[in-house]
């Protein structure tokens, strides 16, 4: 803290034990001339296409200042099967302020979505980059016209994303290169403003807010949870530091790849139908079987998988989460649950 310093809320002047410098700096982020984690959010920024960034605490933090320093006289225009996150800014937003209109559009139909714009006079279109459920990309490029002639924006959260679809350069990298997102896996330039959790791709607890220079910089100056919040933790910047200092990245995304076409290569063996584009988040709807049987059978094995149901599809769905650190031993033993799962159904 420095001397003669009146602006920090931590009335007790208390450190963690052994250290000269608080976690938090007690002030909200607004407020802090020297913002820590600048350069790194521009630098992350620049890595999604963007101009500029800023970090939040998390995506929710990120999307209500985001919202909130674009909606007022706007409609939001929500793809109905956005994540939660994205609901509850919405929400937030239309919570402080009056003039703050939500509405839906079939998910991914950027057609309906224009129809549903064209009724309004400025809309803010908010998406997921790609969806947790059918593991289908958004229309990015579409949508954002969509925004475009409605003078409006496009919002897109990717969180699942960032850090680990990239660029394609070649067919032989699924997950493409870089860890830029959705846009840069799908080789558009929308100019829109990203929010993501970096919780996912980069293990980091925060978020990154990116965009256009005065985008970013009025969520910056005027984001409500920035005015009324703190910045993320000391302890997060070291996390996301440490991830992108890791010059492993590369490879662990490679390895990433090779998991995920091992595994899709296995589901379309099995007659599992493994839903969407390759990513390490592979679901399945059980094909031929009935997706919450396979998911006790894997259960019975001590394999831990999720069961869910689709946002967007309504449907019970069996989903594994790949890692790039899942051993060869890990692999194997799932590949031969899984058929045993199967065969044991067939039988």
Known sequence: MREGDFTSAHFLGLRPSGT????????????????????????LGRQVGAADGVLARTSLHGLIDVLMTRAPGAVLLLDEAIYPIGLWAAGAAAAASPRVEVTTFRHHDAREAARAAARH????????????SCLRPAPLRDLAEVARRNDGELV????????????????????????????????????????????????????????????????????????????PTAADL?????????????????????????????????????????????ATEGGRSDPLEIHRALAAEGIRALATTGRCTGRPTMTLCLRADHGEA???????ALRAAVDGRAA
């Open 238 to 282: 070291s996390a996301l530091r440490g991830a992108l200092d890791d010059d492993t990245l590369d490879r662990r995304r490679a390895r990433l790849a090779r998991l995920v076409v091992r595994a899709r290569r296995l589901l379309e063996d099995l007659d599992l139908h493994p839903l969407g584009v390759p990513f390490p988040v592979l």
């Open 330 to 336: 890990e692999l194997t033993r799932l590949e031969q």
């Open 121 to 132: 006079r400025r809309v803010v279109v908010v998406t997921d980059g790609l969806c947790g």
């Open 20 to 43: 000269s410098a608080a976690l938090t700096t007690g002030r909200p982020a607004a407020v802090e001339d020297r913002e820590p984690g600048r350069l790194l959010a521009r630098g």
């Open 156 to 231: 897109v959260d990717d969180t699942l994303a960032a850090g680990v679809l990239g660029r394609r350069e070649e067919a032989a990298h699924p997950l493409g290169a870089g860890g830029g997102g959705t846009a840069a896996w799908l080789g558009v330039d929308t100019g829109h403003v990203t929010v993501a959790s970096l919780a996912k791709g980069l293990s980091a607890p925060l978020a990154l807010v990116a965009g256009p220079v005065h985008r970013v910089e009025g969520v910056r100056r005027d984001g409500p949870t920035r005015v009324h919040a703190g910045p």
